[in-house]
């Protein structure tokens, strides 16, 4: 055991506490590494890294790409770009190409860390860098050139919390990405305190199954894995099949997960063994409480659920009487729920004795922090953004949520999960967590799509396993009989698809499938009648008849 450490202000100085330290601190199914091990190939990739903007690019900031897999080299280049004062850029590679190459442009990146199969596929791409400026960890030539740069480790001059260590681009589910600024001292706060807040501990091992360039990897499992010296285990990318074989591989105490991620999960077949494993919690997002309620059953384990965005804003806190669905509570009397337009305070929610929520229009509001902005570093490059994030001296995290009579706090979407519905508003989440209630949806998105007289309708996504077999006259009953789904929130379309589509840490890309509306290769069912309807398959014929009635009401610019 290591002597305990004070807090650290800085990722570089937290990951010399690792120096000499023989516990186990990175694994994959292949190769086991040490702390002190991952502390030393850190430092050779920092001196690398240093070379090389000396040589190549010494009037540019030396910002690193990273376009892999959950590979052992991912980890190594966090904790290399810390040591060197360098910017890791994390890439996902689920981005279209267009989209891959502006992410390169406008981060700054000086340098990729790639593969081969990354390689190839960003060659024919605009980003602007020559070959020298890629470094292959398939490559036997990298590991030589990593290997000629093996040093004691020691931390850059000049590097200390300021320093800007990430570059996270937002997910992007509901509109473009944007860049998150997050430095070295950020990052170590976050980590000292998830370690606190979900029980990290240096015994813990932590199975990353969620992407590292994301912020749920390393933000709410790396960092604090760092912080308390726990053992960080890889697998390349999440699989619902591999999940439990490799927690139990690795002998997995915690993990990190996304509300999709969880739904394929427990959409695999049942054992009568599944308990037998040796998790003891996970920590997430955007699961519905009854994924949550089966995933406690069904392995065991405790699950945290909590709100987090790659810009910070710590609105809520943990608070063991929280009903499901809930949050915690507002982390402070300034947490608010505000109706974006007059800014003025929501009235709390009225929930029925299911924990259903039953005056929506109401109580939902845009959570907003007006003690300020003190987490948040800003969006990289994009004043814009900065600017919407804080107004008024207020933080607007851009969800929404509401706030229950016990004074419980609630998250309802993000901002552009408004859906206007005859001159109201719907909150999408809401939508969703009644159409995830059904046993053959996997997961579901509900967003907004033009109506052919006027303003939007709903139209709603889901995923099941095999779409021809769909039951469309039991789901159109189901939802019927569903209290809590209002009127205006029966969705009027619906799409029914094997595989929705979904960014690189399997957040169901709604911008997609807003922007395909109808047209798909998916079965698309529309609604007919009033009160007890009923939804019928369109034919391409039927999709065009949809088309076309926007013309006879003058909305042809919508189509």
């Not at 910002?63 to 904790?79: K, S, T």
């Not at 267009?98 to 081969?116: F, G, P």
Request: with cysteine.
């Amino acid at each position: 055991m290591t002597a305990p450490t004070p807090r650290r202000t800085d990722i570089a100085t937290m990951l010399m506490d690792r120096v000499g330290d023989t516990r186990p601190g990175l694994r994959t199914r292949e190769r086991d590494w040490t702390w002190d091990d991952v502390v030393r190939e850190s430092a050779a990739r920092a001196a690398l890294a240093t070379t090389l903007q000396e040589n190549l690019f010494p009037d540019e900031p030396c910002h690193i790409g990273v376009l892999l897999d959950n590979v052992a080299d991912f980890v190594f280049w966090l904790g290399g770009a810390a040591l060197a004062g360098a910017t890791v850029v994390g890439l996902n590679p689920t981005r279209g190409s267009a989209d891959l190459a502006a992410d390169i442009r406008h981060a700054d990146c000086a340098l990729i860390v790639t593969d081969r199969r990354g390689r190839d596929r960003l060659r024919e791409l605009s980003h602007g860098l020559p070959a020298e400026r890629f470094l292959l960890v398939d490559d036997p030539g990298h590991q030589r050139r990593v290997d000629a740069h093996r040093a004691d480790p020691v931390i850059a001059p000049g590097v200390d919390g300021t320093r800007l260590m990430l570059l996270l681009f937002t997910s992007g589910t509901t509109g473009a990405s944007k860049a998150v600024r997050c430095s070295q001292g950020r990052l170590a706060r976050i980590a000292y305190a998830a370690a606190e807040k979900y029980g990290h501990h240096r015994g813990d091992v932590d199975y990353c199954c969620m992407p590292l360039f994301h912020g749920n990897a390393i933000m709410a499992l790396w960092a604090p894995a760092l912080a308390v010296g726990a053992t960080v285990c890889l697998t390349p990318t999440f699989s619902a099949s591999r999940f439990l074989p490799d927690v139990r591989f690795f002998g997995a105490t915690f993990f990190t997960y996304v509300g999709k991620a969880m739904a394929y999960l427990l959409s695999t077949p049942q054992r009568d063994d599944d308990a037998v494993n040796t998790l003891t919690r996970g920590f997430g997002t955007e699961a519905s409480p009854e994924d949550q309620q089966e995933f406690r059953r069904r392995f065991g384990a405790e699950l945290f659920e909590g709100y987090g965005s790659s810009e910070g804003g710590a609105v809520a806190v943990a608070d063991p009487a929280a009903p499901p669905g809930a949050l915690g509570r507002p982390a402070h009397a300034d947490v608010v729920i505000v109706d974006p337009e007059t800014m003025a305070e929501r009235p709390r929610a009225l929930l029925d004795s299911h924990g259903r929520l039953r005056n929506p229009d109401e109580a939902i509001g845009e959570i907003v922090d007006r003690r300020g902005a003190r987490d948040f570093e800003g969006y990289y490059r994009n004043d814009t953004a900065d600017a919407e994030r804080v107004r008024n001296g207020w933080y607007w995290s851009g969800d929404l949520g509401y706030v229950d009579g016990d004074g419980f706090l609630y998250f309802a979407g993000r901002r552009g999960d408004w859906i206007r519905v005859d001159g109201e508003n719907t909150s999408a989440v809401t939508i969703e967590r009644v159409l995830r209630r059904h046993p053959a949806v996997i997961t579901a998105a509900a967003y907004g799509v033009p109506d052919p007289r006027s303003g939007d309708q709903v139209m709603a996504a889901i995923e099941v396993t095999d779409p021809a077999v769909f039951d469309a006259a039991g789901f159109a009953a189901f939802l019927a009989g569903q209290d809590d789904l209002g009127r205006k929130g029966m969705p009027r379309l619906l799409r029914v698809s094997a595989e929705l589509p979904a960014t690189g840490s399997n957040k169901v890309l709604k911008r997609d499938l807003q922007a395909q509306r109808w047209h798909t290769g998916d079965s698309v069912y529309r609604w007919t009648g009033r009160g007890c309807g009923e939804y019928r398959l369109m034919s391409d014929t039927d999709r065009l008849d949809l088309d076309a009635e926007f013309a006879t009401h003058g909305r042809q610019h919508h189509v």
